[in-house]
């Protein structure tokens, strides 16, 4: 559903000249507890690394040691200009042990919280992106009996002690990615691989612990603004004539991209999907935004000895943009158009949409001002065809520790070196910057960044 949103709002001349955005758009940065924290050994993700999980073998280490002075990167973020931050809570530092409360961590999120604030910085706080308590994780996750209760009386007990600091909750970071590369691809813990059906289990089972949290929050704040951040990825037939691409690509999207959604839209999963599980997860209608997180686009073959992916082989084409590479291989190609995708589709449930996440592993800057100028030209055109698009999240504002890839992957706006933890601006910061803060995109800039054939890696 489109909004009349766009015909209310003075977007000042059109011309050839600069692209304006709503006075009230959101122009933010995207963060993770686990990735930025540092010193995080109570939850799975720290077992999954002393297993020697991680790809690279890195440690995430002290990460961006937000735990002890995060205040630098918010400075940092104020130096940008961005008017808000997404960040997240670390369960397993709120109640480390199952029903034991932490007042100190409390403390310390209250003081980053307030940091923000001074800063000028309207923060967006997610509660679980990808990390538990450790006991939470040996109590089954999120397929534990007591999975929902458990995750909203963690809700109730932020929302009572940071409530104050904070109008927008994102429940969960992609529940589709965490059942994927949990269950499926075995890259996340618990790390089974195939395990196609546990992976749709686990997506239901959150998509409840979401609608218990959902309720919770807006009974203790009644103005709240909740959503979830859903990842989005566009699956392109690898030969769009051949019947087997078209229909494995189908499947796959049907899977990945449509079974959270389709339980917050409809309550049910779509068929054949429809067929695990509960029929109706009482989610219907239980979000108050739809977060996106976009980043690549996939090219899908049938290949029979893909079984464990039903079948589909997924691949990054050689003469594709594309950031650098992770261990074991690409990390997708850089499609910012998959934002216009995304947001048709998410549309359709008629709730304003944020992208939360959207960027490119680049320690070079090659193709993140083209990225950045590109998704902006999109979310532009995308309000003036009346989407409710109401703000974009850059992940990452630091580098900072990327799951199994470790510390390859580098995403921020700023270059971190974890070891001496220095700081560097690189130019696509300050080319955001310049961005976020005239709420506009201007003709030189794309003239100057819009075209990605100076810089794209060519296979
Ligand atoms: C995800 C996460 C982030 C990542 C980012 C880059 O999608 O995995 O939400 O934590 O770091 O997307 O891969």
Redesign the pocket.
Known sequence: MKSDHSCELDFGPLAASSLRFPADFLWGV?T?AH?VEGGNDNNQWSAWESAGRIKSGDRCGRACDWWSDAERDFDLAREIGVNSLRLSVEWSRIEPDEGRWDPAAIQRYQEMLQALHDRGIQPMICLH??THPIWFENKGGFLGMEASRLFERFTRHVLHELGDFCQHWVTF??PN?YGA?GHVLGEFPPGSKGQILRAIRVVGAMARAHTAAYRAIHELQPGAQVGW?H?YIVFQPANPDFAPDRWICGLLNELFNESFLQLMEQGRLGFPFSLVGKRDSGSKGMCDFVGL?V?SRFHVAFDLRCASTLFGRVFVPGHVPQGDSGVEGP?GEAYPEAIRVAVRRAASLGKPIYIL?N?V?DAQDRIRPWLIVKAVQEMHSLIHEGFDLRGYFH??LTD?F??S?GWR?R?GLVALDPDSQLRTMRGSGRLYGTIVRSNELSPETVARYGSPEMNVIRG
């Open positions: 995207s993770a990735q992106h990808f970071n992609e990615v590369l951040a990842n997180n980043y990390y996440e960027g592993p992940w990452t900072n990327e799951w890839e992957l995403f």
